[in-house]
């Protein structure tokens, strides 16, 4: 199903399509949700006079996608040869809407990025062939305007909005040499110089590129299929950022364990990660890639940014339970925490305020139907399909930006016809022989409240070298009236510990445990080694990953140190 209606002029409320084996329909918007009377082969209906433009006998066709203007269909059917082994016919096929007369018809085998990329206002048109990308000019497909060359180009991603136009390249790495990206301007491709950035990195096997709504940075998502260390399921990610201006940056994600999205807000301004092994953390970074606002974590998996970009919404679908934190981003405040069981779609409405979540067949067959949301977390309107029926999609009328205006942030949830379900609460396996038996409230992992919500806000910040040295006096300081506390009371037993052994150092315990002993010794090498790594830093050394892990320790292990001393 292609979508293609955009307007220029505000309506009461986007159109909703769905399609799904009681066919396709449109439905209107909030707040009334009836059945709308537009609508068969593939038909092409304009929305505004309800008027059939055209029908195409395209039986076998399974992809459809409207250019930017609506001016072209783009249309895929699989790939086949004849029998004696000739070449087949293209299978791509362009189409004037306007007309229904063809374009251009093109050979494309591969499903994967089988559509062409146009410019938002259909300037150029872009597909990758071979080892070029192909750009045509004004929707003139008879002829190549230019070509981008690279030795085995894998992917490239146009930038949005307008002139001057922008494209990032990958091209995957081979015999020891490291993959990498790069940024060019439109039509600016040839010489040693003409890239306006470059990224290269080992660990990839392919790649996410992600423009920002201003075209001036993008950020990479660099996966391996397989995680050599073991540790992760999923492979290996690390996020790279990469500016039109030259500048470059690895992102530094404070929790180990896979990337599950990564999304720009409108603002272009700042991003959003959701990493780590479950419990996921969530974490806002600036344009430094140093992190804004830290969201903690939790069962999530996805981030969805309102269109205006003033809220948030984390969530946790797929194999979790359908969780939705919203936030307004502005002053980091929780607005609501729904919950959207076994849904397979996400969607904000283009007005900014109300969300679509949907259960579709193929990923699940069983319970599809979909749900319409105001962000403060009412259901507003609910449809269930039959049991013996099936959802295969759904999706919001697309409109312009603009058209909607901003809204004021509520935190009160709105009325709504639709009763409240309590969400169904599953109750974790217990063992035959302990189902009689009290249950214990330990949990596997302990989550990690929103920065603004821990018992001391603003710890977390890195301390500088003065605060670090002082930390480290009244830490000294606390440890050696331990120690005195300690002596004293040595001297009240009945029984005085032998004098042979020597107590010329702080770091020589006292405990008569060796084992807590060794733990000390342990500990304040590894802190004497974090202090060493940051004073590199501090001289501007730049330091491996395992390295920026083993600092963000030191807090911890300075609490670890603590406790044992005071245990002493």
């Known amino acids: 199903m292609g979508f293609s209606f955009r307007d220029n002029m505000a309506p009461s409320t986007p159109l909703l399509t769905v399609r799904g084996s009681e066919g396709l329909y449109m439905v209107n918007g909030p707040p009334h949700f009836t059945e709308s009377t537009l609508f068969s082969r593939i038909n092409v209906i304009n929305v505004t006079n309800k008027g059939l433009l055209h029908s195409f006998d395209l039986p076998k066709a399974v992809c459809l996608e409207f250019s930017p203007k609506n001016t072209v269909l783009a249309t895929w059917q699989p790939y086949t040869t004849s029998k004696d082994g000739t070449a087949g016919i293209p299978n791509l096929q362009l189409y004037d809407v306007k007309t229904g007369t063809c374009f251009k018809s093109f050979i494309q085998k591969k499903m994967q990025n089988w559509c062409p990329s146009w410019s938002e206002d259909e300037t150029i048109c872009a597909r990758n062939v071979n080892n070029e990308v192909h750009f045509f000019e004004n929707n003139n497909f008879n002829t190549i305007a230019n070509k981008l060359h690279l030795q085995k180009i894998n992917d490239f991603v146009l930038s949005p909005g307008p002139q001057p136009y922008k494209v990032a390249v990958y091209v995957p790495g081979s015999k ?322 032998p004098q042979s052994t020597p107590r010329n150092t702080i770091s020589q315990s006292t405990s008569g445990d060796p084992e807590i002993d060794k733990k000390i010794k342990n500990l304040k090498k590894k802190l004497k080694a974090i202090e060493q790594l940051k004073e590199q830093a501090a001289a501007g050394k730049q330091l491996e990953k395992n390295q920026l892990e083993k600092i963000q320790k030191e807090k911890a292990l300075l609490q670890e140190l603590e406790d044992l001393e005071l245990g002493v």
């Open 176 to 497: 020891g040499a490291p993959s990498f990206v790069r940024l060019y301007q439109y039509p600016n491709f040839d010489g040693p110089h003409a890239a306006l950035a470059n990224k290269s990195f080992f660990k990839a096997d392919k790649v996410t590129m992600l423009w920002n709504k201003k075209a001036t940075a993008v950020l990479v998502i660099a996966s391996t299929d397989v995680d050599k260390t073991g540790a992760s399921y999923y492979g290996e990610q690390t996020l790279h950022y990469i500016a039109a201006n030259g500048e470059s940056a690895v992102v530094q994600l404070p929790k180990n364990g896979p990337i599950y999205d990564v999304v720009w807000n409108s603002s272009s301004t700042e991003f959003c990660a959701v990493y780590g092994f479950m419990p996921a953390k969530a974490t806002i970074f600036n344009l430094k890639c140093d992190p804004v606002f830290d969201f903690g974590t939790g069962p999530r998996n996805a981030a969805y940014y309102s269109p205006h970009g003033h809220i948030l919404v984390l969530a946790g679908f797929g194999n979790l339970r359908g969780q939705m934190e919203v936030w307004d981003v502005k002053n980091y405040k929780l607005i609501s925490k729904p919950v959207a069981s076994d849904s397979t779609y996400f969607a904000w409405c283009p007005d900014g305020e109300h969300i679509l979540t949907a259960t579709c067949a193929p990923r699940l067959r069983v319970n599809n139907g979909y749900k319409i949301w105001h962000y403060t977390g009412s259901v507003l309107h609910k449809y269930d399909v039959p049991s013996n029926g099936e959802l295969w999609q759904v999706s919001w009328q697309p409109f312009l930006d603009g058209i909607f205006p901003v809204k004021t942030i509520t935190y009160q949830a709105v009325p709504s016809d639709v009763p409240s379900e309590e969400p169904k609460v599953a109750t974790a396996y217990r063992p035959p022989a302990l189902r009689n038996k009290p249950i214990t409230n330990s949990k596997l992992h302990e989550e990690e409240p929103p920065q603004n919500m821990k018992p001391q806000a603003g710890n977390d910040k890195p301390l500088s070298k003065t605060a670090l040295k002082n930390q480290r006096k009244h830490e000294a300081k606390k440890a050696a009236k331990q120690e005195a506390r300690n002596e004293k009371s040595a001297d009240l037993a009945p029984t005085p510990a």
